[in-house]
């Protein structure tokens, strides 16, 4: 594999995990779940 094709697919791989992220956080329910997972770490 070339270094341009590896170089293409890392970024690829990075919109496709930041497309991700951003669809889950569009849904609130997920964004107060990860919160109190987040919280629930701390008590």
């Given amino acids: 594999m070339s ?3 590896r170089h293409l697919l890392a970024w690829a791989a990075a ?3 930041l497309a991700g992220v951003f669809a889950l956080y ?17 008590q």
């Fill in 3 to 5: 270094a341009r094709a």
């Fill in 15 to 17: 919109c496709v995990l």
């Fill in 26 to 42: 569009t849904r609130p329910d997920m964004a107060v779940m990860l919160a109190d997972r987040l919280w629930a770490c701390f």
